[in-house]
């Protein structure tokens, strides 16, 4: 079942945080939906815009519209992840996503704030909610490039009037993560004591994590066994995910975990099976152990186990 995000956050807020997991195929739908259903978590499906370019949106639609039906339980939103305002529109003119997310965050503080108000007015129009940005994460992701120096911690004052402005209904806040593999070039730092700030500054008000994925040494090791070059991977401790929910963060969202499964999968399956040439077989493969690890995700975020009650509020 499809909901608005805004449904998900009201269940969850300073309890537990949802999943926002970004899919760009057919193993990676299944085995998410696979997952939520193992852990009974309710999540969010997120669509970014390099996933519409890598093939026709409708393919992407298509498949989401098919994963619920095998999957009648599921109970999910589907959010447009980091869209530009022409993406934003489309996917609001669409009638299929439940939320967008304006990020207009490289911009000067006013233009953000006067591109996400259009995108407000536009979504709210058609009764589709709107996650905005403030402060910028460092980081690679797809069309997404900052640098270290130039990445910078959210204003607790500012993200205040931002959302009085706007009108959005969740923001993304930049405390220290940052979106790719290599996130930290030194320890990490989360920075707690800004989410904090933030909070009192916007009691109840739904909070969003960009650039968590974790990084798991593990997988790293073994994709640089099968072949990989992957070198200083670090991420987001994952145990601190329930701290933030308790501090307001009610979506958090992971996109390089995944890969890195998919890549391990791959790469050692073809290492191991070098006569192979029948793609469905790591494919198998790859749909069991991401949905693992969605299972593994959703204990972090406390969501798994709420489906149930989830279910209840939607009744």
């Not at 994925?213 to 401790?237: M, Y």
């Not at 329930?242 to 996109?255: E, Q, S, Y």
Request: some cysteine.
């Amino acid at each position: 079942m499809i909901v608005t995000t805004k449904k998900l956050f009201e269940a969850a807020y300073g309890k537990y945080a949802i999943g926002a997991y970004n899919i760009n195929n057919m193993e990676q739908a299944m085995g998410l939906f696979q997952g939520c259903i193992d852990s009974q978590a309710p999540f969010i499906i997120q669509i970014s815009k390099g996933a519409r370019d890598y093939t026709n949106k409708l393919m992407l639609e298509g498949m989401i519209r098919a994963a619920n039906e095998v999957f009648p339980d599921a109970i999910f939103a589907v959010h447009l992840d980091h869209g530009d305002e022409e993406a934003c529109y489309d996917c609001i003119a669409s009638g299929f996503y439940s939320s967008v997310m304006i990020d207009a965050s490289h911009e000067s503080y006013e233009k953000n704030i006067k591109i996400t108000k259009r995108i407000v007015d536009a979504a709210h129009a058609k009764g589709i909610v709107v996650e905005a940005e403030l402060g910028q994460l460092g980081g690679v992701e797809e069309h997404v490039s900052v640098s270290e120096e130039k990445a910078k911690l959210t204003n607790p004052d500012q993200a205040k009037d931002f959302v009085d402005r706007t009108g959005c209904d969740s923001l993304a806040v930049a405390i220290g993560t940052s979106h790719g593999a290599f996130k930290f070039s030194g320890s990490q730092s989360l920075h707690f004591d800004v989410l904090e700030q933030i909070q009192k500054k916007l009691p109840g008000f739904p909070l969003v994590m960009h650039g968590s994925s974790s990084v798991p040494q593990d997988e790293v090791e073994r994709i640089n066994n099968a072949g990989g070059k992957i070198l200083g991977a670090k991420g987001v401790d994952a145990t601190q995910f329930k701290k933030a929910a308790l501090l307001g963060v009610t979506k958090i969202n992971i996109d390089t975990d995944g890969r890195l499964v998919w890549t391990r999968v791959h790469r050692e399956f073809f290492r191991d099976h070098p006569e192979e040439f029948d793609l469905r077989k790591p494919g198998q493969t790859f749909m069991k152990e991401y949905a693992k690890f969605i299972v593994e995700k959703n204990n972090y975020l406390g969501s798994a186990g709420q489906l149930g009650a989830v279910r209840k509020l939607m009744s």
